[in-house]
Every structure is written in structure tokens, then in C-alpha cells.
Nanobody, 126 residues
Framework: QLRLVESGGGLVQRGGSLRLSCAAS????????IGWFRQAPGKEREGVSC????????NYADSVLGRFTISVDKAKNTVYLEMNSLKPEDTAVYYC???????????????????WGQGAQVTVSS
């Protein structure tokens, strides 16, 4: 069974850091790009970051550029999102998703994804 499971969310103060993990099971990341998305209450879903299957290409939303870093550990079949200098406006449910690793997948921020994780809450207090 194909699954994506996020972990690492939580409550942190402004300026703090968190690392989210997205563990894939039932399939290999060799053929999929992985994206991180977030959705805050009352707001539309936002693409945060995307990484190609080989980890060689990445993309970030302007709102997180320079603060967030996406990476992949293929041995562990896991993608990470390191989040630093967190702000209250980063508060949201964060989802990882798998998208077929095409030529333009990373450019288009892993849209459209094929498989989704269940989400992890990130709350940044002021």
C-alpha cells in the first residue's frame, strides 16, 4: 500500500526551527518528486517547496525562500523540510505529496500531486 506519512510538526516560538519528515512506503521515490504544501485556516493551499526524485532540483515559494530547505534521503525513502526563522504566518497544516517526476514538475512546484500524506500541524507563536 502506497503511503506518505508526515512527522515533526509541533508548536514553536517565532524565530524557532522545526524539521518535518515525509516517509514514503509502498513505493520508491526514484520516480516521484516530492512537494510540501500548507494550508492555513481560511486560506487556499500553498505550494511551499518541491524536490526532484534525485534531489538535484528544488523549488521554493517566495515566502519561504532562504528560510526553508528541502532535502531527500533516498536510502530512507524520506524527504525532509527544514524550517528556520519561523514566523506566525507559517502556521498551517503541512502536507507532503508525491508527483510524477516529469521535466517541469519541480518548476511547477510538484503540481498536480498524485498522492498525499495526512498532514502535520505547525504552529508558530508570537
Amino acid at each position: 500500500q502506497l503511503r506518505l506519512v508526515e512527522s515533526g510538526g509541533g508548536l514553536v516560538q517565532r524565530g524557532g526551527s522545526l524539521r518535518l519528515s515525509c516517509a514514503a512506503s509502498g513505493f520508491s521515490l526514484n520516480n516521484y518528486a516530492i512537494g510540501w504544501f500548507r494550508q492555513a485556516p481560511g486560506k487556499e493551499r500553498e505550494g511551499v517547496s518541491c524536490i526532484s526524485s534525485d534531489g538535484g532540483s528544488t523549488n521554493y515559494a517566495d515566502s519561504v525562500l532562504g528560510r526553508f530547505t528541502i532535502s531527500v534521503d533516498k536510502a530512507k525513502n524520506t524527504v525532509y523540510l527544514e524550517m528556520n526563522s519561523l514566523k506566525p504566518e507559517d502556521t498551517a497544516v503541512y502536507y507532503c505529496a508525491a508527483a510524477y517526476n516529469g521535466i517541469t514538475t519541480v518548476y511547477y512546484m510538484c503540481e498536480p500531486p498524485e498522492y498525499w500524506g495526512q498532514g502535520a500541524q505547525v504552529t508558530v507563536s508570537s
